[in-house]
């Protein structure tokens, strides 16, 4: 017999409790990767800086994950922390390996699309995983 499906605001919940531990572990990666080589002039920069990419990464993981939660197959926070985690490193992956991935091409020339795929599919692979 099928277990009826959790309720809509069980899986908003549980959509919020991916996004924070998602968008926190994607903004201090995001604000340790920017931090490198760069000069600190004060106390509170390196704090200021994490806390500037959690809430950043956050608000651009909300509607993925919150739209995620209003599919029954995808309602599980484990589901919900793998895409989370896949988009996260699916937008660093194309960020920081734009030098060595067709370097001088265009973002929509076939070449960097298509590498654009195998590195979601790879972040998706990894994300899901996790």
Known sequence: MNSPSPKPAASAATAAQALLVSGLAWGLADAALAARGFRWDGALDAPLCAAGAVFVCTLVL???LLGAALVPRLRSFACLLGLGLALALF???????RPWVFPGRSATSP??????AGIALAAL????AL
Do not use: D
Request: charged share 15%; net charge negative.
């Open 62 to 64: 909300a509607p993925v």
């Open 111 to 116: 070449e960097r699309l298509a590498a654009s």
């Open 91 to 97: 937008v660093e992956a194309y960020w920081w390996s």
């Open 125 to 128: 692979g990894a994300g899901l």
